[in-house]
């Protein structure tokens, strides 16, 4: 599937080898296949472990019933991406899930850009793209844990060794992977410990990274302020230029009829 066909299973020996986060990537747990990681870390690890599973790691070579944003399907082969969820158990306040995608977009891109000779810019809301398709992308599910608890999976899906018929035919010349873009060959590995290493970096800090601080990483590797976008949202259709994006206001559309407008990610569809 990559250069040479040989494609190295991920071990969680490997991927905490030397690791040294402090949060995320506590434990790492690494399954041949899963429905969903995300469902597998809301649905079973928050029960058997509870706040415990804070900054725990679960990958899964196959998805049966991979799940991207708005309903849709994430489809990857068997041993060809990355699929992983990162499970943060916070306290009482519930977290922003605009705040953690944008973290997460940060840390992806940036991993990425330090495990490889890719470059990727984020697209707002929870795209990563590269060569102008999409990479990589995010889904961020928030549910209570205790009544003064919430447990958050953060799942991230990047194409790592696919090529252009690796993709269901929607997705032709829009999809693209770490190896369709790179001139060398990608060890998956080295791009999900880099990926943990920079999420780590976000969600262990003390005090927490402000949200002006987050805003601007996101931005210095987005093309997207200013750019013209149409999006969808609340069955109605709006088109503009974007005029900012906040970890939690989401983003701010300068309309065309001249008029500013909040959107949040979670609710709105961008064309
Ligand atoms: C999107 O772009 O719509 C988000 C895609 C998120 C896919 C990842 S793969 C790992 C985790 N488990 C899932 O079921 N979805 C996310």
Known sequence: MNRGDICHRLTAAELLDGLGTRRVGRQVIVLPEVNSTNSYALDRLTVEQGAAADGWAVFAEHQTGGRGRLGRSWHSPRGAGL????????????PAPAR?????AVAVATGIERSTLVTPVIRWPNDIHAGGKKLAGILVEVRPL????????????????QHEGHFPPE???????LDLESAQPVDRTAVARAMLRELDVLWSAE???SDDDLAAAWKARSADLGARVTLTAEGRTFTGRIADVHPQAGLLL?????????????KTTRR
């Open 100 to 104: 953690l995608v944008m973290a997460a």
């Open 207 to 209: 005090p927490d990274v």
């Open 83 to 94: 699929l992983f969820t990162v499970l943060l158990c916070a306290g009482p306040d519930r």
């Open 171 to 177: 997705l032709r010349g829009r999809a693209t992977s």
């Open 146 to 161: 205790t009544e003064s608890r919430w447990a958050t999976a953060v799942g991230i899906g990047v194409n790592c060794l």
């Open 254 to 266: 300068q309309l065309d009829t001249g008029a500013r407008r909040e959107f949040d990610p979670s």
